[in-house]
């Protein structure tokens, strides 16, 4: 059973920007952290931003002033707003979630690829 299911990415030139989303299942219980992590070819899978309730986002350097990350709780769904992409931000991004319980989870990745 698909538990995050992500959508947004796609192909763009530099400069422009993207939105990403997750929708969790109704079947996790007890979120308290939803993020996102990218992986570029070659490269190990870094954060990208996280965000606790819908009040405290915390940003990789790399994404600080050019992304930002908020949260529908009533949705289960958590969104990352890029903006004025470079070709460094191409990457698998991948939807992260944790639970009161200790319980992470991972979505499928949506492929974001920068480039003119």
């Known amino acids: 059973q698909v538990q995050l299911v992500e959508s947004g990415g796609g192909l763009v030139q530099p400069g422009g920007s993207l939105r990403l989303s997750c929708a969790a299942s109704?079947?996790?219980?007890?979120?308290?952290?939803m993020g996102w992590y990218r992986q570029a070819p070659g490269k190990e899978r870094e954060l990208v931003a996280t965000?606790?309730?819908?009040?405290?986002?915390f940003y990789a350097d790399s994404a600080k002033g050019r992304f930002t990350i908020s949260r529908d709780n009533a949705k289960n769904t958590v969104y990352l707003q890029m903006n004025s992409l470079k070709p460094e931000d191409t990457a698998i991004y991948y939807c992260?979630?944790?639970?009161?319980?200790?319980?992470?989870?991972w979505g499928q990745g949506t492929q974001v690829t920068v480039s003119s």
């Open positions: 109704t079947t996790i219980f007890g979120i308290k952290v």
């Open positions: 965000i606790r309730g819908t009040t405290s986002p």
């Open positions: 992260y979630v944790n639970t009161i319980f200790s319980e992470n989870y």
